[in-house]
C-alpha cells in the first residue's frame, strides 16, 4: 500500500498524530480541536497539515548538511533512520550529549544551521545548544511541551515513534526533489516506519 495512496487526514488519525497530552497548555490553544476532560487533546488536523508543510518549506531554505534531527525515543528510530538516509541530513538519535553544538572537541561535534527536534523536552539538551549558537529550532511539541525557545512548532503526539514517523515522512515528502519524491512514493507508510529502507 503505497502512502500517496491514504487519505492523510486519516493517516494522522491512524497513527495518533493528532492526540495531545491532557496538559491545558495555553500556547497551544491555537492547535486544539477539542479537550477531552481530564483525559487528553485532539489537536487540530487541519493546522498539524499546515504546520508540516510550512516547516518543510523553512528546512528548504538551507541545505541539507546544515540540518541536524535530534531525536531520542527509541520507538522512532525506523522513521528518524529513513527521513536522515532519504533527506541525506544528520541526525544524533539517542543520547544527546549537551556541548554537542558548542564544544569543538566533542567527537560528535555539529555545525548544523537549524536544528529539528522531536520532543523539545528529552532533547532539552539539544535545544539549549542550538539557542547558545542562536540556529532556529523546528519542534515537535505536545501539549504538555514547553515551546519558549521554539522558532517553529509541529503540534503532534510525540510519545509515539509512529506518530513521529509519519510528521517525518511528510515532512520528507514536501521537502524532496523529484527524484527523492519518486523514491518516496514507492515506500509505503508502513515500511518507513518498520524497516530501514535502501
Request: glycine share 4%; hydrophobic share 40%; with cysteine.
Amino acid at each position: 500500500m503505497v502512502f500517496k495512496k491514504i487519505d492523510k487526514l486519516e493517516a494522522y488519525k491512524t497513527y495518533g498524530t493528532r492526540i495531545g497530552a491532557k496538559a491545558n497548555n495555553k500556547t497551544f490553544d491555537r492547535f486544539v480541536f477539542k479537550r477531552i476532560a481530564n483525559k487528553f487533546t485532539i489537536l487540530n488536523i487541519k493546522v498539524i497539515d499546515e504546520r508540516i508543510k510550512m516547516a518543510a518549506k523553512m528546512l528548504s531554505d538551507y541545505s541539507r548538511k546544515d540540518i541536524l534531527l535530534v531525536c531520542t525515543l527509541d520507538s522512532a528510530y525506523y522513521g528518524v533512520y529513513n527521513f536522515s538516509k532519504l533527506m541525506n541530513i544528520s541526525v544524533n538519535f539517542g543520547r544527546y550529549l549537551a556541548g554537542s553544538l558548542t564544544n569543538i572537541s566533542y567527537r560528535n561535534f555539529f555545525e548544523p544551521k537549524i536544528v529539528l527536534v522531536t520532543d523539545p523536552r528529552s532533547d532539552r539538551r539539544a535545544v539549549n545548544d542550538a539557542k547558545k549558537i542562536n540556529v532556529p529550532i523546528i519542534g515537535i511539541a505536545n501539549t504538555d511541551n514547553s515551546t519558549a525557545f521554539l522558532d517553529l512548532i509541529i503540534p503532534g503526539n510525540n510519545k509515539s515513534g509512529n506518530s513521529i514517523g509519519l510528521v517525518l515522512y511528510l515532512l520528507a515528502l514536501n521537502m524532496a526533489n523529484k527524484e527523492e519524491k519518486e523514491k518516496l512514493e514507492s515506500i509505503s507508510i508502513e515500511d518507513f516506519l518498520t524497516k530501514e529502507i535502501q
